[in-house]
């Protein structure tokens, strides 16, 4: 993979281990020359991440809507920089830049991201390998939610594949570079009770 995305939080969260996360993983880009493509800000989870793929001189580019393109929020250290118009304008930017999508903890945008790489994937309009790092558990509920959606007929079984979770950075870069996307039918089928 020479490029992913990695969908994080604009928070640190209370728990240093998100943090320390962030670094691991900004650290296996740096060492691995994969380059971060992430939301631009110089806060939270992305600012770890991007602090110290930056520090190690690898590639990280920041896609930035206007209305976030503040001097506290954008990452001043971030030379390519793309700045939209919409959030939405944002996602499918950073699509085309990238070659996979990797999920660290983070709040409502980030849940918004990672959902819409997955549905993309289950439309077939992409068929890149999305992951999932669940350090300390932090998306057990989430996972348990899709279970429930598959066990209440509202997602097929096989679209759980679309999604490969690992608590560690170097089992889930194993995982997604050995990801061949499921086979998923075109034709939707109606749940019958």
Do not use: W
């Not at 209370?14 to 880009?29: D, H, M, Q, R, S």
């Not at 939301?39 to 991007?50: E, N, R, S, V, Y």
């Not at 790489?117 to 300390?136: C, D, M, R, S, Y």
Request: proline content about 3%; hydrophobic content about 40%; aromatic content about 6%.
């Amino acid at each position: 993979m020479k490029r992913v995305v990695v969908f994080c939080g604009s928070s640190l969260g209370f728990n240093t281990i998100y943090k320390e996360t962030a670094i691991e993983l900004g650290n296996y880009f740096a060492k691995n020359n994969i380059g971060l493509v992430y939301g631009g800000g110089k806060i939270g989870m992305m600012g770890a991440i991007a602090d110290t793929i930056l520090d190690q001189n690898g590639e990280v580019i920041g896609v930035i809507p206007k209305l976030l393109e503040k001097e506290e929020v954008i990452h001043p250290g971030v030379k390519e920089m793309i700045v939209c118009d919409k959030m939405s304008d944002r996602k499918v930017i950073m699509s085309k830049l990238i070659d996979g999508y990797i999920t660290l903890p983070g709040g409502f945008g980030t849940l918004d991201e990672l959902f819409e790489a997955l549905t993309l994937n289950q439309l077939q309009i992409e068929q890149k390998p999305i992951g999932l790092l669940n350090v300390n558990g932090f998306f057990d509920a989430m996972l348990q939610q899709i279970d429930k959606m598959i066990d209440e007929g509202y997602i097929k079984p096989i679209n759980k594949k679309l999604l490969i979770v690992a608590n560690s950075v170097e089992t889930l870069m194993q995982q997604m570079r050995n990801y061949t996307a499921p086979k998923i039918s075109h034709v939707i089928n109606k749940v019958v009770k």
